[in-house]
């Protein structure tokens, strides 16, 4: 089962304080990169996995969404996305997505924030999701990046010319990667991009967009903070269809 670190009150509480907690998408530095990437979502039938708050499953409806199912293993997720949403045309359900089922052609676009790199088996989630796309139905999804996965501390070291360094542990060595982020002892699974990508090829997705995020001038300007993100890429943004 995947760890349900949201239902943690030490991690919920510092995950409601965040940014894109308090200001759901316009709070995420990375939303206008992944809003270029969608579809048009008029009429569409729309599953968010790890929806959480429920911030892209509303915005779905906004755009015309027929139908938005939104999926977390958080109780605590779930209940606030509730609280928070007053659209019949939303359904919000909990669920394990390492053991997940969808209805085969069940729907027209899948998305996911944040989410796939606590699933240990991604090579079955992704046959799951590409089972339950249409024909030609798409995939938009963000995904923690592997190289800001798997630092050797959580802060910059300095090489012999003074110049900062990010330094990497044993990239290649996949698998499970323990961390303390709003709680202590976070499991994230570690892979190499060539995985990922392979694995959604493998499953027969068209690899439309591959992206290593990171803020433009003008994000920085506004949000100096995400300087930072120049020098590491902090997450991926994949778009497919099947």
């Not at 965040?18 to 939303?31: C, D, I, Q, T």
């Not at 976070?186 to 060539?194: E, L, S």
């Not at 949000?223 to 930072?228: F, I, T």
Request: proline letters at 6%.
């Amino acid at each position: 089962m995947t760890q349900n670190i949201y239902d943690n009150p030490a991690f919920f509480e510092g995950y409601s304080q965040l940014r894109r907690s308090v200001e759901g998408l316009a709070g995420a530095a990375e939303w206008p990169a992944i809003r270029a990437l969608l579809p048009d979502l008029a009429g569409l039938r729309v599953v968010d996995l790890g929806c959480g708050y429920g911030w892209f499953c509303r915005h779905a409806r906004e755009q015309g969404a027929a139908s938005v199912l939104g999926l977390d293993v958080s109780e605590a997720m779930l209940a606030r996305a509730n609280s928070m949403t007053a659209d019949p045309a939303i359904r919000y359900e909990r669920a394990d997505l390492e053991t997940l089922e969808l209805p085969e052609a069940g729907f027209d676009f899948v998305y996911s924030s944040l989410t796939l790199h606590y699933i240990e088996d991604l090579p079955r989630l992704l046959a799951t999701i590409h089972r339950a796309l249409a024909p030609g139905g798409g995939l938009v999804f963000s995904i923690e990046h592997p190289i800001y996965m798997a630092p050797t501390n959580p802060g910059w070291g300095i090489d012999a010319d003074g110049r900062r360094t990010w330094p990497i542990d044993r990239y290649s060595a996949e698998g499970p990667r323990t961390t303390d982020w709003l709680a202590k002892g976070v499991i994230k699974h570690h892979r190499t991009i060539g995985t990922q990508l392979n694995a959604m090829i493998r499953q027969g997705f068209t690899i439309t967009h591959f992206e290593e995020w990171g803020p433009t001038d003008a994000e920085i300007a506004a949000e100096p903070s995400l300087a930072e993100e120049r020098d590491r890429p902090m997450m991926m943004l994949i778009a497919a269809h099947r």
